[in-house]
């Protein structure tokens, strides 16, 4: 894979190694360099140890640079090696939390997005190779910013659902959620291809009070031409932008290019990705041209898919718990506690296999 580095050189003061079972392998002063030698790891250029290993130091390690928190599971796999931070699940749950919710929101609603956090969470390391899971990058930066200065609203969300989880059918449901729909959620066919029963677009006017309940964007006349080149068209002063399609809930699902009588139309999440997520903040919008360039006006941000968070907040200020929240935004599913819970680790990676 792209991006795994065959090397990694760890900082600390007492490194010790074990591996997988538990036994001592090897010990360092300050620091050492570790190498892929194909699917094994070769610690300080002496020793060649089976993967994976566990590493820790004291005083905290630091990898390649950046310090990152606990224990430190080390694998190597074709040549390439790469560092996890090894956290338990409900601190890692905190963690998430603290960097996708606002610390102003209320505690049903921080609750309700422990709930969603700890199940998308737990089916991504159930399937942490499936391309279709956008989590596994997101849960990777996540684990490397570390557990260390969340705050205690967020602690206190994953203490008060610990081990809960949303389910549906048999198995855990796909809790995506996204910062604000502006009016009504999107059904996951429409917006992913597949249709789950507790992912399909409701009305939520509870989150009016979101800063991105209604948003707009200006765009020039150059950055346009870059945006059209991007996605492989070479525009000429006549570019022209507009929807062609949309899904039941009224998002984009094509925008048409227009330049020197050709005409191209390409899936609408591809445009936004091209202008970029925080300047189209949703495709629930309108383009139009003004002036010198485009006008682009919306509701809502993100991908509208699932649970509302700034909806689930007004809800909270009106006074529904989490319980009731998870109900609106998941329709069908329902709450249960994990088998055998607490579940004792959750760990991830940066770059992946
Ligand atoms: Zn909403």
Not at 89 to 97: G, Q, S
Request: one cysteine or more; hydrophobic letters at 40%; a positive charge.
């Amino acid at each position: 894979m792209e991006g795994i580095p065959s090397v990694l050189l760890l900082r600390g003061d007492g490194i010790r190694a074990w591996s997988a079972g538990g036994s001592l392998l090897a010990a360092e002063n300050e620091n050492v360099l570790l190498s892929a030698a194909g699917d094994r790891i070769t610690w300080g250029g002496v020793m060649v140890l089976d993967s994976p290993i566990d590493v820790w130091a004291p005083g905290g390690l630091l990898v390649d640079g950046r310090r990152l928190p606990g224990r430190i599971r080390i694998s190597a796999r074709n040549g390439g090696i790469r560092a996890v931070a090894v956290v338990p699940l409900e601190e890692y749950v905190a963690a998430v939390l603290s960097r996708e919710a606002s610390p102003t929101f209320l505690p049903e609603a921080l609750s309700a997005l422990a709930v969603a956090v700890r199940t998308y969470t737990l089916l991504a390391m159930a399937s942490p190779r499936d391309p279709d899971y956008d989590v596994v990058a997101g849960v990777e930066d996540q684990v490397f910013e570390g557990v260390e200065g969340v705050g205690p609203g967020f602690r206190a969300a994953a203490a008060a659902t610990r081990g809960e989880a949303l389910y549906y059918g048999g198995g855990l449901a796909r809790t995506v959620y996204h910062s604000t729909c502006g009016g009504r959620t999107e059904g996951s066919a429409f917006a992913w291809g597949t249709d789950l029963p507790y992912l399909r677009s409701v009305v939520c006017e509870d989150c009016r009070k979101s800063p991105v309940w209604r948003w707009e964007y200006r765009m020039g006349r150059e950055e346009g031409r870059r945006v059209a080149l991007a996605l492989g068209v070479r525009a000429g002063t006549d570019l022209g932008f507009g929807i062609a399609g949309r899904t039941p809930s009224g998002r984009a699902r094509y925008v048409r290019l227009t330049s020197g009588g050709v005409t191209r139309e390409l899936k609408a999440a591809q445009f936004r990705k091209a202008v970029g997520y925080r300047r189209m903040r949703s495709l629930w919008a309108e383009i139009v041209p003004v002036g010198d360039g485009w006008l682009f006006t919306g509701n809502g941000y993100g991908h509208g898919v699932g649970m509302c968070q700034w909806g689930a907040n007004g809800m909270a200020e009106s006074g529904a718990s989490y319980r009731e929240i998870l109900a609106r935004y998941y329709p069908l599913t329902r709450v249960a506690s994990l088998p055998g819970s607490p579940v004792p680790l959750a760990g991830s990676a940066g770059g992946g296999f």
